[in-house]
Structure formats: C-alpha cells, structure tokens
T-cell receptor, first 113, second 114 residues
Framework: AQSVTQPDIHITVSEGASLELRCNYSYGATPYLFWYVQSPGQGLQLLLKYFSGDTLVQGIKGFEAEFKRSQSSFNLRKPSVHWSDAAEYFCAVNGGGSYIPTFGRGTSLIVHP | DTEVTQTPKHLVMGMTNKKSLKCEQHMGHRAMYWYKQKAKKPPELMFVYSYEKLSINESVPSRFSPECPNSSLLNLHLHALQPEDSALYLC?????????????FGPGTRLTVT
C-alpha cells in the first residue's frame, strides 16, 4: 500500500525567505509523486510532478522539488517566498499502475510580511 | 485547455432538497473523479468514472448519486443530505492508461446543508 507523510501541519516564513516543505512516501517501487497547492476556497493546482529521470524537478511559480530515493522523500522548495504563496500544500503519490493518488494531510504555509 | 469547470460555485440546501453539482472538462480525459474536502483536510475520494463507467465507489452513502452522461460531463445528484455533508466538493479529471497520472481539479462547489 502507498502512503504519504507530511510531518509539518503549519510552516511560517517571512516574505523573501526560503522555504522547504517536507514529504515522505511509502511505496515499494518508484512512485509517481506530485505537489499540489490550494488557495483558500479554491481547487487544487498541480505545482510539479516526478515520474522518472532527473531527480530535481522544476514546477510553476518558482517551485522545485527533489526526489531522494534513499530517504523516500520528495521535498518542495522555493528560494524566496512571496505573500501570495500562502496556501495549503499537498503532497501526493501514485504507484502500482493505480491512477488514484494518495494525498498527504497537507501543510499550511503562513507568510509574514 | 487544461480547465475543469464546476457549477454552482456555492450551494445552500435544506435536508429535504434535491440538487445537483455539475463538472465539465474538455481535455479529452477519460477518468473523472468526485472528492469531498473538509476544511484543512486532504480531499477524500468519493467516486471514480473511467470511460464513462463507475469504477470506484468509496462506500459513499446513497444520498449521493453520481452520473456521467458523456466523456466531458460529470454530475453529482444530492438528496436528503445531512449537515455533516457540508464541505467543498471537488471534481477532477485525468487520462488513464498513460504515465501521466496527474489530476486536474476544478475550483469546487462549496456546499452548505442547513
């Protein structure tokens, strides 16, 4: 069975500071990994995805994520956070040919001016 | 066009009402999903349609009735709901049978049951 852990419920950063959101997954083989962002009252928007190849993937809005097989992690990073990045961030995993993702519980990002 | 649209944006209904939520996509995706999301929680899968056939029902109460009239449309019919059914209802689509399993989500319908 596949599972996702986002250990941080809330993360608070100052505008302009760097950001790293943690995601750990459990799956026997190489999974498909995703990060989604959800602004208040909105649907989920795909930020980036990893299937294979280069372990550092670039996404929209200046985000990137690094797949580390040895640590079963897929952490999301951004070098300089903007106030508009305040939102809920969900990590998700697909594996075994299933097209049904398993979502992590989410991390709420708070940005201080 | 990578857009999934949902109507209405907001819906308030009494426990004896019948209403429907609508979802539409024109990306040619053949898998469509209904999710229920409570505040500060991840989306919970309710139903999956694959090639217009119901493939997954996550033990959802019968007061929720999905329908997929064609490959672009997905409806969720609501009847005799309970206050605890108040939530954001999200529709999503993806293309099965490929390596691209990412889902495209609509903006959701905010449902309040009074």
């Amino acid at each position: 069975a596949q599972s996702v852990t986002q250990p941080d419920i809330h993360i608070t950063v100052s505008e302009g500071a760097s950001l790293e959101l943690r995601c750990n997954y459990s799956y026997g083989a190489t999974p498909y990994l995703f990060w989604y962002v959800q602004s208040p009252g909105q649907g989920l928007q795909l930020l980036l995805k990893y299937f294979s190849g280069d372990t550092l993937v670039q996404g929209i809005k200046g985000f990137e994520a690094e797949f580390k097989r040895s640590q079963s992690s897929f952490n999301l990073r951004k070098p300089s956070v903007h106030w508009s990045d305040a939102a809920e961030y969900f990590c998700a995993v697909n594996g075994g040919g299933s097209y049904i993702p398993t979502f992590g519980r989410g991390t709420s990002l708070i940005v201080h001016p | 066009d990578t857009e999934v649209t949902q109507t209405p944006k907001h819906l308030v209904m009494g426990m004896t009402n019948k209403k429907s939520l609508k979802c539409e996509q024109h990306m040619g995706h053949r898998a469509m999903y209904w999710y229920k999301q409570k505040a500060k929680k991840p989306p919970e899968l309710m139903f999956v349609y694959s090639y217009e056939k119901l493939s997954i029902n996550e033990s959802v109460p019968s007061r929720f009735s999905p329908e997929c009239p064609n490959s672009s449309l997905l409806n969720l019919h609501l009847h005799a709901l309970q206050p605890e059914d108040s939530a954001l209802y999200l529709c999503a689509s993806s293309q099965p049978g490929t390596t691209l399993y990412e889902q495209y989500f609509g903006p959701g319908t905010r449902l309040t049951v009074t």
